[in-house]
Nanobody
Framework: QLQLAESGGGLVQPGGSLMLSCATSGDTLDYYAIAWFRQAPGKEREGVSC??????????NYADSVKGRFTISRDNAKITVYLQMNSLKPEDTAVYYCAAGPKILSYGSRWNVAHEYEYWGQGTQVPVSS
């Protein structure tokens, strides 16, 4: 069974940067799309980004709200997925979760649908404030 563990969260000022890590264990990433979601207080969980690899090529997805600011990547040797967040805004404040679901999610319009994902980490807090 795949297990996920996020790290790297913490207080950051507006305009700052932060890199989140999602360490995986228990199964190979070859079968999964790995996504980052976030949930702000009083709001629904929102898909931020998703990544998968197949046949040597990488497929990524981003929410419009983070395009050009966030970058998702994968280190196959360390079986870790990263989310580099730049130019952070107060509205990026949330608990960030990584999740794993069927690989095919990354190639369709449902990559950002939370209930499509089977495995979840415990989340890491990212407050963006001065």
């Amino acid at each position: 069974q795949l297990q996920l563990a996020e790290s790297g969260g913490g207080l950051v000022q507006p305009g700052g940067s932060l890199m989140l890590s999602c360490a995986t264990s228990g199964d190979t990433l070859d079968y999964y799309a790995i996504a980052w979601f976030r949930q702000a207080p009083g709001k629904e969980r929102e898909g931020v980004s998703c990544i998968t690899e197949s046949g040597g090529s990488t497929n990524t997805n981003y929410a419009d709200s983070v395009k050009g600011r966030f970058t998702i990547s994968r280190d196959n040797a360390k079986i870790t997925v990263y989310l580099q967040m730049n130019s952070l805004k107060p509205e990026d404040t949330a608990v960030y979760y990584c999740a794993a679901g069927p690989k095919i999610l990354s190639y369709g319009s449902r990559w950002n649908v939370a209930h499509e994902y089977e495995y979840w980490g415990q989340g890491t807090q990212v407050p963006v404030s001065s």
